[in-house]
């Protein structure tokens, strides 16, 4: 005989558990005492009992696809961001696949995107941000970046400007906008998609003749990650947003197999038409729920991992809060050092919500990059490089034909960045005496 009266009393002791066992084995390490040769990653998960709760409720439920933990987590995002559609996706690189993708719909008419058009971007940032223009058969144009912002330089778009141009597609460098104003009304001014790759600043904000609004708000698609390391987690998962119906109804169609149906699953006949349709050469009646418009994928998320998305966006605020102040505790930490690295910048009308804080190494100074950073990595302290540095000189694109992308100028910042940058953690997890740490580690890095 069960001692639990119903299903609820179960579900009760088990999260009661759950709660207890977090307690005792998952100490935040926030809350561990940090000593001399103790790892510093550059990011790492920030949770506590009620995201193992939340884990542990979904579980339960047994639904493990697309479910109410998604509604939830894609209602509260959307209200959180200030935007209409919000799409959950099982990754950032999907959120982008999808983003592109959407621009390809036949529904947009003589805007969607061909074959053979163009899309400005940089190469100075991760492929997943470019990779989809190049599977699509596409060509991804790149222009070189500005330091200290490390984001585009917006003063080149008219010269990548051609009349096979169709979007631009870029992201925001490690939680700093880049100049969301030119690059918007550049684009307002010939007729062109924006797709913000947001999945480093989620949480940054960008002003525009006095208007604040979220980076990743400001184009025609933004796109979230929500990778352990990034602002906050789901595991693996991202999310693709827009306030374009028609942009969102291409995006929900490409996420779920490419069909034309808008059920949600486990629902049937949201339209009441479900038999009574006729679409392309099908018969008459066709079922609608197996009718498909678009070539698409299964790029949707699980309700396990929505459920963990629910409760970290609770938290968010607070993450925003520590990222910044982690960062400029670095920035004043490190100030004197200007004569040895470049020290970064936040862009012009906005306030980041940094995801890393990013060095360049001056060649005059006498220094390397590689030697900075093997010192560093040698005390324990995780460093990262600016992704790819400058994709275009990666062995993927030995594989790729010279007219399959062009290139605009000299990428020469690009190459700086490849030869002399370096970023470190800033993530909410960081305590004071992991920054002071790293501080003291990079002081004597840069005058030994």
Same mark, same amino acid.
């Given at each position: 005989?069960?001692?639990?009266?119903?299903?609820?009393?179960?579900?009760?002791?088990?999260?009661?558990?759950?709660?207890?066992?977090?307690?005792?084995?998952?100490?935040?390490?926030? !809350?561990?005492?940090?000593?001399?040769?103790?790892?510093?990653?550059?990011?790492?998960?920030?949770?506590?009992?009620?995201? %193992?709760?939340?884990?542990?409720?979904?579980?339960?439920?047994?639904?493990?696809?697309?479910?109410?933990?998604?509604?939830?987590?894609?209602? $509260?995002?959307?209200?959180?961001?200030?935007?209409?559609?919000?799409?959950?996706?099982?990754? $950032?690189?999907?959120?982008?696949?999808?983003?592109?993708?959407?621009?390809?719909?036949?529904?947009?008419?003589?805007?969607?995107?061909?074959?053979?058009?163009?899309?400005?971007?940089?190469?100075?940032? /991760?492929?997943?941000?470019?990779?989809?223009?190049?599977?699509?058969?596409?060509?991804?144009?790149?222009?070189?970046?500005?330091?200290? $912002?490390?984001?585009?330089?917006?003063?080149?778009?008219?010269?990548?400007?051609?009349?096979?141009?169709?979007?631009?597609?870029?992201?925001?460098?490690?939680?700093?906008?880049?100049?969301?104003?030119?690059?918007?009304?550049?684009?307002?001014?010939?007729?062109?998609?924006?797709?913000?790759?947001?999945?480093?600043?989620?949480?940054?904000?960008?002003?525009?003749?006095?208007? =604040?609004?979220?980076?990743?708000?400001?184009? !025609?698609?933004?796109?979230?990650? +929500?990778?352990?390391?990034?602002?906050?987690?789901?595991?693996?998962?991202?999310?693709?947003?827009?306030?374009?119906?028609?942009?969102?109804?291409?995006?929900?169609?490409?996420?779920?197999?490419?069909?034309?149906?808008?059920?949600?699953?486990?629902?049937?006949?949201?339209?009441?038409?479900?038999?009574? &349709?006729? /679409?392309?050469?099908?018969?008459? &009646?066709?079922?609608?729920? @197996?009718? @498909?418009?678009?070539? $698409?994928?299964?790029?949707?998320?699980?309700?396990?991992?929505?459920?963990?998305?629910?409760?970290?966006?609770?938290?968010?605020?607070?993450?925003?809060?520590?990222?910044?102040?982690?960062?400029?505790?670095?920035?004043?930490?490190?100030?004197?050092?200007?004569?040895?690295?470049?020290?970064?910048?936040?862009?012009?009308?906005?306030?980041?919500?940094?995801?890393? +804080?990013?060095?360049?190494?001056?060649?005059?100074?006498?220094?390397?990059?590689?030697?900075?950073?093997?010192?560093?990595?040698?005390?324990?302290?995780?460093?990262?490089?600016?992704?790819?540095?400058?994709?275009?000189?990666?062995?993927?694109?030995?594989?790729?034909?010279?007219?399959?992308?062009?290139?605009?100028?000299?990428? =020469?910042?690009?190459?700086?960045? %490849?030869?002399?940058?370096?970023?470190?953690?800033?993530?909410?997890?960081?305590?004071?005496?992991?920054?002071?740490?790293?501080?003291?580690?990079?002081?004597?890095?840069?005058?030994?």
């Amino acid at each position: 005989m069960s001692k639990w009266n119903n299903e609820q009393e179960a579900r009760e002791e088990i999260k009661s558990l759950v709660a207890q066992y977090y307690k005792e084995y998952k100490k935040p390490e926030q !809350d561990k005492p940090f000593k001399e040769g103790d790892r510093i990653n550059y990011a790492s998960r920030v949770y506590d009992e009620k995201e %193992m709760l939340a884990l542990t409720d979904a579980a339960l439920d047994f639904w493990l696809t697309t479910g109410r933990f998604t509604k939830q987590f894609e209602e $509260g995002f959307a209200k959180w961001i200030g935007i209409k559609y919000v799409s959950l996706v099982n990754s $950032g690189s999907s959120a982008n696949l999808l983003a592109f993708m959407a621009l390809t719909s036949p529904l947009l008419g003589d805007k969607r995107v061909k074959r053979g058009d163009e899309v400005i971007t940089v190469a100075a940032g /991760f492929p997943t941000t470019i990779a989809p223009i190049i599977q699509y058969g596409a060509v991804p144009v790149f222009v070189d970046v500005k330091l200290p $912002g490390y984001n585009i330089d917006t003063d080149v778009l008219d010269k990548a400007l051609s009349e096979k141009t169709k979007a631009v597609m870029i992201a925001h460098t490690l939680g700093n906008p880049f100049n969301i104003k030119v690059v918007k009304e550049f684009c307002e001014k010939n007729d062109l998609w924006l797709i913000e790759d947001n999945c480093d600043a989620l949480g940054s904000v960008y002003s525009i003749d006095g208007k =604040e609004k979220y980076t990743g708000t400001w184009g !025609d698609i933004g796109t979230s990650s +929500f990778y352990p390391p990034h602002h906050m987690t789901m595991g693996e998962g991202g999310a693709v947003y827009t306030d374009n119906p028609l942009l969102h109804k291409v995006v929900r169609s490409l996420r779920d197999w490419g069909r034309d149906c808008s059920c949600q699953s486990g629902q049937d006949n949201l339209c009441g038409h479900r038999f009574d &349709g006729k /679409f392309g050469g099908l018969p008459e &009646g066709y079922d609608h729920k @197996y009718v @498909y418009s678009h070539m $698409g994928y299964n790029l949707k998320a699980t309700d396990m991992q929505a459920a963990i998305g629910v409760e970290q966006l609770k938290k968010f605020p607070e993450f925003i809060k520590r990222r910044k102040e982690n960062w400029e505790y670095l920035r004043k930490g490190l100030d004197d050092l200007q004569d040895v690295l470049v020290l970064p910048e936040p862009e012009d009308n906005s306030d980041p919500s940094w995801f890393g +804080f990013i060095v360049s190494v001056k060649p005059e100074s006498g220094f390397k990059r590689n030697e900075v950073t093997g010192y560093i990595e040698n005390k324990n302290i995780q460093t990262r490089l600016l992704f790819s540095g400058n994709m275009t000189l990666h062995p993927a694109f030995l594989t790729i034909g010279p007219e399959e992308y062009r290139i605009v100028g000299s990428l =020469e910042n690009t190459n700086y960045i %490849m030869n002399n940058s370096f970023w470190i953690g800033v993530y909410p997890g960081m305590t004071k005496e992991k920054l002071d740490y790293m501080i003291e580690i990079i002081h004597e890095a840069c005058r030994k």
